[in-house]
């Protein structure tokens, strides 16, 4: 035991003599509450001294240091009371007196000596007394304001709870309201590729209508093309008779099919101004929130109100 110094026998966390200390696999020893108090704050099951993760949750206790703590407390103590029947370095009597003046116990020659001169002596036994008395006055108050602490400490670990258990069901409810905003995301724009393919095929049925229409006339003036170089080929009589059909076909012909209007795409329908049509539809998912929703952003934004995406970008 004379080998071991006070400090080889204190824990590391609260540098007082080991109590139930544990050893970690790590080979480092520590009292187990403070152990346990040390991974409920970090939450995080390393050892104090070197970092190192354990590898168990419930580290033995380390009866070899914790015996010889209770054999040094045992020694301390009753060093201490060999010490409280102090014998007077300077006249080898017992103390028997309290000198107040000079807080410390006096013989009787010191006592009436020129030192202690008009000073107040009382019996050490009634002094330590008082003392005692002050002292456990001291000590129920910081008994008190320890439970105190250990309390506020229970509600600094469930509020750790309660954070946790927060953010876990606001993780949730972000991804639910997310989920809806991408849905209909999705399916606006399933909704505005459906409009533009329906009038695509619209748009292609009516070319593909006049593409026939414009096949009969090209096949119509090529058929009056022929016939008006077959009459020319004909006899001055016969051409005399056809003539005057033959112009009214070629007055026929001139009449050529026109495009229809309208014809292409209404590209700017589709795209102009697209992000803010969505936005002022996504409005009305806002606006029909439940109450309960606007009682939360008007919490987490410290009471104030947001009346759309604007104001919350604008006032942040």
Same mark, same amino acid.
């Given at each position: 035991m004379a080998s071991l110094s006070e400090d080889d026998l204190s824990c590391s966390m609260c540098h007082e003599i080991f109590k139930d200390p544990v050893i970690l696999s790590c080979s480092h020893s520590v009292c187990k509450e403070c152990l346990q108090q040390f991974w409920r704050t970090k939450e995080t099951q390393e050892c104090p001294v070197? *970092?190192?993760? !354990? !590898?168990?949750?419930?580290?033995?206790?380390?009866?070899?240091?914790?015996?010889?703590?209770?054999?040094?407390?045992?020694?301390?103590?009753?060093?201490?009371?060999?010490?409280?029947?102090?014998?007077?370095?300077?006249?080898?009597?017992?103390?028997?007196?309290?000198?107040?003046?000079?807080?410390?116990?006096?013989?009787?020659?010191?006592?009436?000596?020129?030192?202690?001169?008009?000073?107040?002596?009382?019996?050490?036994?009634?002094?330590?007394?008082?003392?005692?008395? %002050?002292?456990?006055?001291?000590?129920?108050?910081?008994?008190? *304001?320890?439970?105190?602490?250990?309390?506020?400490?229970? %509600?600094?670990?469930?509020?750790?709870?309660?954070?946790?258990s927060q953010a876990v069901h606001t993780e949730r409810q972000i991804k639910q309201q997310f989920e809806k905003l991408h849905q209909f995301l999705r399916d606006e724009e399933e909704a505005t590729i459906t409009a533009l393919r329906e009038e695509e095929e619209q748009k292609k049925q009516m070319m593909k209508e006049k593409l026939e229409e414009m096949n009969r006339h090209i096949s119509a003036l090529s058929h009056t093309i022929k016939d008006m170089e077959e009459m020319m080929k004909a006899s001055d009589l016969c051409f005399l008779k056809e003539f005057p059909v033959s112009m009214e076909r070629v007055e026929i012909s001139q009449l050529d099919p026109q495009m229809a209007?309208?014809?292409?795409?209404?590209?700017?329908?589709?795209?102009?101004?697209?992000?803010?049509?969505?936005? *002022?539809?996504?409005?009305?998912?806002?606006?029909?929130?439940?109450?309960?929703?606007?009682?939360?952003?008007?919490?987490?934004?410290?009471?104030?109100?947001?009346?759309?995406?604007?104001?919350?970008?604008?006032?942040?």
């Open positions: 070197c *970092k190192r993760r !354990s !590898s168990r949750d419930d580290p033995p206790i380390n009866l070899a240091l914790k015996n010889l703590s209770k054999s040094f407390l045992k020694e301390r103590n009753e060093r201490r009371s060999a010490r409280s029947e102090e014998i007077c370095s300077l006249h080898s009597t017992k103390c028997k007196f309290f000198c107040l003046e000079d807080k410390q116990p006096v013989c009787v020659v010191c006592r009436d000596s020129r030192k202690h001169a008009y000073h107040t002596f009382r019996p050490i036994g009634e002094v330590a007394s008082s003392y005692k008395e %002050e002292l456990n006055t001291v000590l129920k108050s910081l008994q008190e *304001k320890l439970q105190h602490n250990e309390n506020i400490r229970g %509600e600094f670990e469930n509020t750790i709870q309660h954070i946790k209007s309208g014809a292409l795409i209404h590209v700017p329908h589709y795209l102009g101004n697209l992000p803010f049509r969505v936005w *002022k539809k996504m409005q009305d998912i806002v606006q029909n929130s439940e109450s309960g929703e606007d009682l939360c952003w008007k919490s987490c934004m410290g009471g104030q109100v947001f009346h759309d995406t604007r104001d919350l970008y604008f006032s942040l």
